[in-house]
């Protein structure tokens, strides 16, 4: 097989490495969104990824699925927990996206040990999904998470047909603990933020360096031809690094190394109950999703519990990449004052 396309692990699914992010979509206009969808896949895009928490993503795909004849590969998500909960989402997901069966259906974003407990005991997300698939109306079921230890346990328990994570130079621990694990399973790795969240702004550098490390495919949030234009030639070329890539990469890394948030979680518990991935990453966050999102419910009391912060220290302490924390939190918060929303 071309090595730029990919079978996806045990799922069997066959597609390019560079697979279309829908985040970016919901910030721009329906019309923008539906005619950036369209290009992608006259470009060759085939496999496209998606949430329920998206807000318009999945509407805006599935306007442009109905305007060609094209069948990408399409995986969702859900942040439901519960079984009822993700199953109806099931149904509204297929509704949006006009399709009766859906390819890839995901747990979102599963933080924590705890999280993960829930999703898989009874009645939890996972038997939701199991249900889902018994009725025809998912092929394969996935996880996604920031954390590597619960996509480590994830793995243990082999429950899950593919993983999505966290996958960049500024990122890179996956390639030693996740992803040779999944591959060796046969179970397909979705790598996603190969810019971590816009904070590189060496994208050909970046993409470069995603598809050089072989058995992921790489999703890229786009919301424009031309950004899909950039992504497909440095796709289609060669991946090599250049002495000015390299340069680029030694370059971000080291302004980043001290303060860019790795989503690790370590650095918990916070004393004052700060989900501080979440504070830390504010900026990027906001970048990635557009102004409203600010105001999702996942934000709706970070800023109040990070106005709590004591400065105690006990976070950077256990931050194995040594980052001011407190003052990271104090600065996000003096921004976040600063909106005007």
């Known amino acids: 097989m071309d090595m730029k396309r990919m079978t996806l692990g ?3 699914i066959e597609a390019w490495r560079l697979g279309f992010g829908g985040i970016p979509i919901q910030r721009v206009s329906e019309g923008q969104a539906v005619d950036t969808v369209l290009y992608a896949l006259e470009k060759g895009v085939d496999f496209i990824d998606t949430s329920r928490m998206y807000t318009t993503s999945e509407t805006r795909i599935g306007l442009a699925l109905r305007q060609t004849d094209k069948k990408p590969v399409l995986a969702t998500k859900s942040f439901a927990r519960t079984s009822d909960g993700i199953r109806k989402d099931v149904d509204v997901s297929r509704r949006e996206l006009h399709r009766d069966v859906l390819d890839i259906y995901q747990c979102h974003s599963i933080g924590t040990p705890d999280e993960y407990k829930k999703i898989t005991a009874k009645d939890g997300a996972y038997e939701g999904l199991l249900k889902a698939r018994e009725e025809g109306l998912v092929r394969h079921i996935g996880i996604t998470s920031h954390s590597l230890d619960v996509l480590d346990k994830a793995l243990d328990d082999d429950l899950f047909d593919t993983v999505m994570v966290c996958f960049s130079f500024l990122e890179p621990a996956a390639q030693d603990k996740v992803i040779p694990k999944a591959l060796a399973k046969g179970v397909g790795v979705l790598a996603m933020k190969p810019l971590s969240g816009g904070v590189i702004e060496a994208p050909e550098a970046a993409l470069k ?23 497909w030639r440095v796709f289609e070329g060669g991946w090599d690094l250049t002495e000015a890539d390299r340069a680029d990469i030694a370059a971000i890394s080291q302004e980043y190394d001290k303060k860019f948030c790795r989503r690790c979680d370590y650095c918990l518990p916070c004393p004052a ?10 900026k990027s966050f906001l970048k990635r999703m557009g102004p409203g999102a600010i105001k999702n419910p996942m934000f709706a009391d970070i800023w109040d519990k990070a106005e709590n912060c004591t400065e105690c220290g006990q976070c950077m302490e256990r931050c ?22």
């Open 10 to 12: 045990r799922t069997g």
């Open 209 to 231: 360096w995603s598809f050089g490390r072989e058995g992921t495919l790489v999703l890229v949030g786009v919301e424009s031809r031309e950004l899909i234009d950039q992504n």
């Open 320 to 341: 194995p990449y040594g980052l001011p924390i407190p003052e990271i939190v104090k600065a996000n918060l003096a921004w976040r004052k600063g909106l005007d929303l």
């Open 273 to 282: 109950g700060i989900p501080i991935q979440f504070v830390l990453g504010a």
